[in-house]
């Protein structure tokens, strides 16, 4: 699975308990994006997860679950991300929920389909901030350190900046991408559009672009070029 999202520079993400119409999603679909996220921090349910998953399957854009609701483990995605928040002092979000859901599923899992997120969860005014408890007034250094732990002890394959909602400090991304050697850095909060879409793409191996889809199709479909165009300043 580390070879299917190796090459993603960009991503939708793709909330279920928001209105998308066919229009716009074949928009989205054909706009030259690597993936499909699904994902969102409330009212994500099996029904809606599974009528955005049938919408979605007319492409041929692989469709990843970031899985955050038990319940709403639908099959039939290529791909199942798997959440663990590290910086929160709540052990729900990083083992707890994830041990339930192997006591209640063992055997259904469809373990070589999943993929393990460090997440990071920086802005203290997003759901999943409140959602976590995540301890979002991190400096850069401690940042980093989190970061460390998931690449360097935990050996994720991916860490996830996540500002959802906000757009980010390029100076803790910049100081998280000198730290992290092996995960697959992803970028996601505030991308509205090309100029920011390039500054986390310099510095990122993926940046997601959520929220903007819901208020200005147009500007979320510039974030594409914005970021194949960007070449990585960091390797
Ligand atoms: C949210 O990281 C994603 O989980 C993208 O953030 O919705 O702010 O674009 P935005």
């Known amino acids: 699975m580390r070879q299917l999202i190796q090459p993603w520079r960009h991503v939708f993400k793709l909330d279920p308990d928001r209105e998308l119409g066919d229009g716009e999603l074949d928009e989205i679909c054909r706009s030259g994006t690597d993936a499909i996220l699904v994902g969102g921090s409330s009212g994500i349910t099996y029904d809606n997860t599974t009528k955005l ?39 729900d979000w990083i083992l707890g929920h994830h041990r339930k859901a192997i006591e209640r599923f063992g055997s259904l899992i469809p373990w070589e389909l999943l993929l393990t997120e460090g997440y990071i969860v920086l802005n203290e005014n997003s759901s999943v901030a409140r959602l976590t408890g995540a301890d979002t007034g991190l400096s850069r250094r401690a940042a980093a350190a989190y970061a460390e732990i998931a690449d360097k002890l935990m050996h994720l394959p991916v860490v996830y900046l996540e500002y959802s909602g906000m757009f980010g400090s390029m100076e803790v991304v910049r100081e998280v991408r000198e730290s992290v050697e092996h995960s697959q850095l992803f970028y996601g909060g505030g991308i509205t559009g090309e100029a920011e879409a390039e500054q986390a793409a310099a510095l990122c191996d993926t940046v997601v672009v959520g929220n903007i889809i819901y208020r200005d ?9 914005a970021v194949k165009k960007t070449q990585k300043t960091y390797i």
């Open 53 to 91: 998953l049938s919408r979605l399957r007319r492409y041929e854009l692989p469709c990843a679950l970031e899985v955050s609701e038990l319940e709403a483990a639908v099959p039939g995605f290529d791909l199942y991300m798997i959440p663990m928040v590290l910086n929160t002092p709540h052990t």
């Open 217 to 225: 199709v147009q500007q979320a479909l510039l974030t594409v070029q």
